[in-house]
């Protein structure tokens, strides 16, 4: 399957496949989750809740990407559950309990999404086989485990999303959580403690919350305490190819 052969929103199966002959490394679902990769599913439009749907009276594609229904799919889940996905506008919202449910065969993925990491999965492979670096320049480009405050980062982010950032960094989920950008968490007596990596929150804001790139750079040129992160975030999006 080629490039041109790859579907605007692929099955599993196709994007396995797909993947498969362009890394030639076997491909799965949890391996396509554990790279980033958004899965969505048709939803037929539903009177009982309106606010998902819109002006989309025949139904939308809704994406899959908070953290316990990725985790549950990554897991072996018989099927899809999801509890927390986007209206046709692109704002979060949560579903009604207990959610809704679809069959793993109704999983999609995005044609660029696809594109996208192979692409950069093919420069990490080459960078692979270049020669060892300087130390010191390596160094740097490693993540660092100091972060910048909860104040600081609805400073620099909030104005740039439509959910409610502060509510989204108490939930510490998905991006905002540890195993996104969270690199340290205060306790219930010093929650000003807990901090993240800017870097990583900005790449996910992007991926997730398609918060455009260039919004995110002139958010580490004009605010002081993003300045000392500027350095690692244009390496980081030199490596990305960004």
Known sequence: MTITDLPFRATTAQACHWLTQQTREPWHLPRLLENGLIPYVWLDYDASQPELFGDANGGYPAPIFF??????????????????????????????????????????????????????????????????????????????????????????????????????????????????????????????????????????????YRVPMPQLKRAFGSHDFLREWEGDWKRTLVLLGK
Do not use: C, M
Not at 178 to 193: F, P, Y
């Open 67 to 208: 953290e316990g229904d990725t985790r549950r799919l990554a897991a072996g889940s018989d099927d899809v559950l999801i509890t927390i996905t986007k209206d046709v506008y692109r704002i979060v919202a949560q579903l009604p309990p207990p959610g809704i449910r679809r069959e793993l065969h109704e999983l999609r993925f995005l044609k660029k999404d696809l594109e996208r990491l192979a692409g950069k999965l093919e420069r990490a492979a080459a960078a692979a086989l270049l020669p060892p670096s300087d130390p010191v320049v390596s160094e740097g480009v490693q993540e660092s485990q100091a972060g910048i405050s909860k104040d600081q980062v609805l400073i620099a982010f909030a104005t740039l999303l439509k959910i409610n950032l502060e509510q989204a960094l108490d939930g510490a989920g998905g991006i905002f959580g540890d195993e996104g950008a969270r690199v340290k968490t205060g306790t219930k007596k010093s929650r000003n403690k807990t901090l993240w990596n800017p870097v990583t929150l900005a790449l996910g804001l992007n991926d997730v």
